[in-house]
């Protein structure tokens, strides 16, 4: 069940895999008596980290301003495994037309969100319609009917993502804004290093680190990435078969780009993890060996909440180089 703030209007990363549980609890405030619900993987994601925390307070006066300047009426925001480090709701613009608010989490690996779909311009991502960069708040095109890729099997996912993926990959501009992989890259590096105490294998971890740091360095091209895309991050639409949302862009090896979707097929990545990779990587087009090495160091050395008893190490020992 989501939780409610009284008085206002996916994280990028390894999946989790294995845990269940309930939504945690989120305090509430009263604000002019309007209420808002805050679903509760993304209070969860916002409670110890105190940027976060700050913003999460702020939410309720952001959503009422953005509600009187962009004249909307704001319904229920979504709520679900997929939503976890921004709100997000439908909304009546006043002309009647249905839209998405949405207001990102500060986070790192999606600070150029706005700038990403500006960049790509509906194709194949949804259309930007407002945006407020200093917020991070963004008005969307609705997809309808919004249902997420995640319904269909997975090797027809597969068939879904792969020609979204090439869509996305051009070259930006000299001038353009975007970081490149590297750097969320160094950022992932820097924080593993932070959990060394927990790690049970170092070994696995630390080759995982320099395969990470090798990948970043030796791109054979330097296209714009989603980095996020998955099949909860694919909705059906009406304008297209399907839309790209939630875009975290960098520029670097499309390799990379294969593998936050191959690491949600978790279960086809235990029974056969080779056959699944070569599988999507021979359908993109890119380097079969590249997109294994890719999969390797995420799976070895991404930070992540829990190092024990881990199945992302038991997946980096199955394939490791």
């Not at 690996?109 to 200093?134: K, M, Q, S």
């Amino acid at each position: 069940m989501p939780q409610t703030v009284e008085g206002a209007a996916p994280e990028h990363g390894l999946p989790k895999i294995g845990v269940v549980g309930m939504d945690p609890p989120h305090p509430t405030s009263q604000n002019r008596g309007v209420t808002f619900t805050i679903p509760g993987r993304l209070a969860a994601a916002c409670r110890d980290v105190p940027e976060r925390a700050a913003w999460l307070a702020q939410l309720p006066d952001l959503l009422r301003d953005l509600e009187q300047r962009w004249s909307l009426t704001i319904g229920a925001p979504f709520d679900g495994d997929e939503v976890s480090c921004a709100w997000v709701a439908p909304v009546a613009l006043a002309t009647g037309r249905s839209a998405v608010l949405k207001l990102g989490m500060p986070h790192m690996e999606g600070e150029h969100e706005i700038d990403g779909l500006r960049f790509w311009n509906g194709d194949p991502t949804v259309w930007l319609l407002e945006a407020d960069d200093d917020l991070g708040a963004m008005l969307l095109e609705h997809c309808e009917p919004g249902t997420v890729l995640r319904t269909l099997p997975e090797p027809e996912q597969d068939l879904v993502i792969v020609p979204l993926l090439r869509r996305l990959w051009r070259s930006p501009m000299a001038s353009h804004p975007f970081r490149p992989l590297s750097a969320m890259i160094a950022h992932w590096s820097e924080e593993t290093l932070a959990q060394a105490e927990h790690w049970r294998d170092e070994g696995i971890v630390r080759e995982g680190l320099r395969v990470f740091e090798e990948l970043a360095i030796s791109a054979p091209a330097h296209v714009m990435l989603a980095t996020d895309l998955h099949a909860g991050n694919v909705l059906r639409a009406r304008r297209e078969p399907w839309l790209v949302i939630d875009p975290k862009p960098f520029v670097g090896d499309p390799a990379y780009d294969a593998t936050q979707h191959l690491l949600n097929c978790d279960l086809r990545l235990r029974l056969d993890p080779d056959a699944t990779i070569r599988r999507f990587a021979d359908l993109l087009g890119v380097d079969y060996d590249r997109v294994r090495l890719w999969m390797f160091a995420r799976a070895a050395a991404e930070p992540r909440n829990d190092w024990n008893d881990d199945p992302w190490t038991n997946l980096a020992r199955a394939i490791a180089p």
